[in-house]
């Protein structure tokens, strides 16, 4: 069981380049979310999902694209990457009333 | 924002004593979580308490949970060096009794340090 696997673990792009950032889930879980962890903060919440085919906003969308086609995939779209947006890059999935689980993150540096 | 806080935001210990990390929260919550993360992985899930409960264990951990101050308290006993790591509170943006939706609002974290 792999719970939740992200993709890449790490990354360096240019100013302006694009990238998708994989998470998968194998737990049927519905509810899926992005969050960005930058030093000396908690995890703020970027995108989030309840369901396939629903998304909305969450704390910190901007610059950032998602979409949900399957329960299992929920991809985060940079679509013009900067500098500001070097963090590191969770995703988690839970359940109805339930504890979430997390990827082990992607470290993106944004040059 | 709906940003809580923590306290303290470090704490060093010595094997077998206690440790308490405090956190607030600003408005009415379906649930508060705490999660464990160890330096440079994912976060843990530790413990969930719901809003209509006010105290709950699990192991080692003991969580409270006082909604008219909208603060929580996690007590660690008799801690470990393995239990050095960044711990969170996250509320949940869920209506009270009502559906999560896995939003999550979390603190700024208590980074604990255990000494052998």
């Known amino acids: 069981n792999a719970g939740v696997t992200q993709t890449p673990k790490f990354q360096v792009l240019k100013t302006g380049q694009s990238m998708t950032l994989q998470c998968a889930q194998d737990m049927n879980h519905e509810y899926m979310s992005w969050y960005r962890q930058d030093p000396g903060m908690g995890l703020r919440l970027i995108h989030y999902?309840?369901?396939?085919?629903?998304?909305d906003q969450g704390e910190v969308p901007n610059g950032y694209n998602v979409s949900r086609s399957t329960t299992e995939d929920f991809p985060l779209r940079l679509l013009s990457a900067a500098p500001s947006q070097t963090s590191v890059y969770f995703c988690?999935?839970?359940?109805?009333?339930?504890?979430?689980?997390f990827g082990q993150g992607t470290r993106l540096t944004v040059v | 924002s709906q940003q809580g806080e923590e306290d303290p935001q470090a704490l060093s210990i010595q094997e077998g004593e206690n440790a308490t990390m405090n956190c607030s929260y600003k408005?009415?919550?379906?649930?508060l979580q705490w999660y464990r993360q160890n330096s440079g992985r994912g976060l843990v899930h530790l413990i969930l308490i719901r809003s209509n409960e006010r105290e709950k264990h699990s192991g080692r951990l003991r969580v409270t949970l006082d909604t008219s101050k909208k603060s929580s308290s996690l007590l660690i006993t008799a801690s470990r060096a393995a239990d050095t790591a960044s711990y969170f509170c996250?509320?949940?943006?869920?209506?009270?009794?009502?559906?999560?939706?896995?939003?999550?609002?979390f603190g700024q974290g208590t980074i604990l340090t255990v000494h052998p």
């Open positions: 408005t009415s919550i379906n649930n």
């Open positions: 999902s309840v369901g396939a085919g629903i998304t």
């Open positions: 988690a999935s839970s359940s109805h009333r339930s504890l979430a689980f």
């Open positions: 996250a509320t949940d943006w869920g209506r009270a009794g009502g559906t999560s939706y896995g939003k999550l609002t």
